[in-house]
């Protein structure tokens, strides 16, 4: 009985339903926006950054204490029963050992370059960095021995294509100078303009010979299906990893970028809340107004023997369908927007340049979780904003409104 | 007539308390938000261009043509030739504080137990501590002087390093004919920027000292010149280019901060846009509020509306009249705004937000660590008239409505 007063009320006041349907539809529309772009860039971190640095990196213990110096020592040896024995856990993706190490990149037309290399098993580098092998325009991305892969920018200002050869110059483990003389393999356009200009990657193989590590790496990442699994696979890993090695989640290693999330989902989380308090304020004067126009009817229906609460519900309910029709609305307009941006993300370009660890392309995500909660928060502003007037209808003594009328 | 109809809006708007006070709230948090965003907004760039052009670009740079399509490779083949006496050219314009020639080289500094790959700036000591801050950031020794070797080295770089003040480290870097140089030099100071990628990276030598390690004599990779204000760097730009025209053969490339520093400009401009969309926002959501509470109004009002035109009120008056409301409520709003956006705005003016300095070191633009606000009355006029052009645009077409009631028809709904 109440649920068909409160709809017919809302048809019968279409103008106002349809008033604090568009503010409903408005703010959840923004808020669709809104979440599926901290969704995108949260993916682009969780995702990308996470997966190309590992969910968990092992490295010997003082070298993280060192990072900023890409330093050769402390580092670990490797066998092939270790990798094994990480990877033989059924959450474990890929284990990939690897040596960081800055170099001097020299080319035949004795031009010189400052770069970080980073040697890896070309068997997992283009799963390792899928986004960069995806990338490459000229030749391929590392697939075998004696191989190196560098961006358009470094190419240029080398001046080499695919199938030169690129001399690489560093001080090897003992100090001493070292050089080697690989062939390469591909390049790639990387939408971050220090890692186009300044990023190597080279086969495990030439770095090792090169530094003089025979056998050893300064890091093994471990990529894990998904990153919550990556403190139950540490509890199990913990009592087989000898003393000098130190495991670091993926929460260390990316705390910076985790801070920075945090940062945004707050802003953003504060912005919404702006836009929301405006829109109910909005919302609840035009139930307010909906509520003053029918009080004579409300007090009829009280004298009449209609309780508090149920009058508390019919202009309620007035708002969850104001609400539901709003939010609805709100999600089939925004959710587009959303799956658009997925599929083409948003190049930042020089905006994004100084953001260390992503590059300059970000998109949407489109979450369903979060579109549930957008929905929840829609329903919740639209009979939020309903309770005040509700409340208010309620607590006039139905004696008083009729005295008025008389 | 006009005071007549003013007193009638106030008399009209206390009449509804309740819809008085949503309306008034709705616009004052509008006014308040943004008289606080435009503060964080012209604070935290304001800072970031500030500390940008301190330590990083200076005002106006001066290169040699072909240098900044390979400046990623830091060349020292590509410089200016008699830099200092350049410098000393452009110190002449009346708009420039002072032009310190520069060798921008790579280099690794070593302890012999570690190696940090280094960004070496070889500088004149007495141009440099007028154009750059970094003099004013030494936290231990002193600074440089020309007269005698040595190195200032960022507090980062000396923790990882290990190293002490006066201790000697290997310096090894390659000349502009790309030989290897190898030297000792003794740490004379130790800078702290609060720039995590400065104090990692960055080291000082005199230029003198450059001259002869990059076996470069009498040249530099750039001229960075200090302005004696910020606004106006475009305009100093074609007077640098017509001083040095005139004093070499060489060709130069000048361009200003804004050029050199596209990552804070566009980055600036891109949160320019989120910020107008959202004022946008704001105020389309409170004309929205308005208008729908003024349209529920003049139609509760249609009998009284009527009474006064069959009173001899013109059509205009009513328009008039409600249009004056809509004021009084935008009055209100500013009013409740600007009480609540100075407080917010005094506290961020004056408290800010702390960034953790882990965040910072993710990002390769020097902020400060506190989010600062910088308000201006300015914002106080932007905000207000924002919120009056809410009120305004949202009584418009209730108060048209008004107008257009039929005076009998208003009369006989009237009647009970």
Redesign the interface.
Known sequence: MIFKIAFRNSIKAW??TL?VV??VA?SVF?LEIGAGYMDGFRQKIYTEAVRENGHLRLVAKGYAD?L????LTPNMQISDSLLEFLGSFPEVEAVRPAIRF?L?ANSAS?????MLGLGISPSVSRRMYQRLANAVVEGDFLNGPDQVVIGT?AAR??KVSVGERLILLS?DVN?GFSAVEPQIAGIFRSLNAEED??FLLCDLGTAQRLLNLPNRVTEITIELAHREQTENYLEKLRPHLPAYIEPRTWRQDQ???I??LK?SDVAMAV?AA??L???A??????F???VL?RLPEFGTLRAIGMGRTQLVSIVVLQGFFSGVIGTVIGLIAGIPVVLYYQAHPIN??????????VDSQIGMAFEPTTALWVLALGLVIAVGASLYPAI?ASRKRPVEILRSLA | MNFVLFRLAVRNVLKQK??TF??V??LG??TA?IILLLGILRGSYWLMIERTIDLRTGHIQVHAEGYEA?K???PLDIAIHDASRLARRIEELPEVKAASPRIRA?A?LSN?R????VLVMAVEPDAEAQVGVIQNSVVEGEWLDSLQSGIIVGK?AVD??DARLGESLLLYG?TSQ?ANNLIDVPVRGVFSTGFSEMD?MVVFVPLQFGWEFFDMPGEATEIVIRLNRTLGASKVVSRVKDILAKSTDQKLHVASWQYFA??????A??DLIFYAI?FV??V???V???T??M???VF?RVPEIGALRALGMERQSVHRMLLLEGFVLGLGGIVAGSILGGLLAWWMNTKGIS??T??L?????PMGDKFLAASRFVDWIIGGGLAMISALIGVLWPARRAARVPVTAALARGVR
């Open positions: 103008r106002r008033a568009g503010a408005v923004l060192k900023d110096l890409l330093p800055g001097l004795d031009v010189s370059l400052e920018e200002l080398l001080s100090s200009a300044q705390a910076s970028l801070y920075l940062l912005l702006i836009v308090v405006v829109a304020l909005g919302m609840i004067n035009t307010l107004m909906s126009e930042y370009g020089e905006a994004m340049e100084s953001f260390k660890g208010y | 309740r819809r949503f309306n709230l709705a948090i509008n938000m390979e990623r490779r830091l790579a690794t012999g570690y190696r940090a790959p980062k990882l390093l390659r790309e990692r596209k990552d804070v400009v566009e980055g401009k891109a959202l926002i704001l389309s959501l409170a929205f509020g308005i729908n509470t349209t529920v109004s509760e960034i953790s882990e965040a070191e993710q990002v390769a633009i």
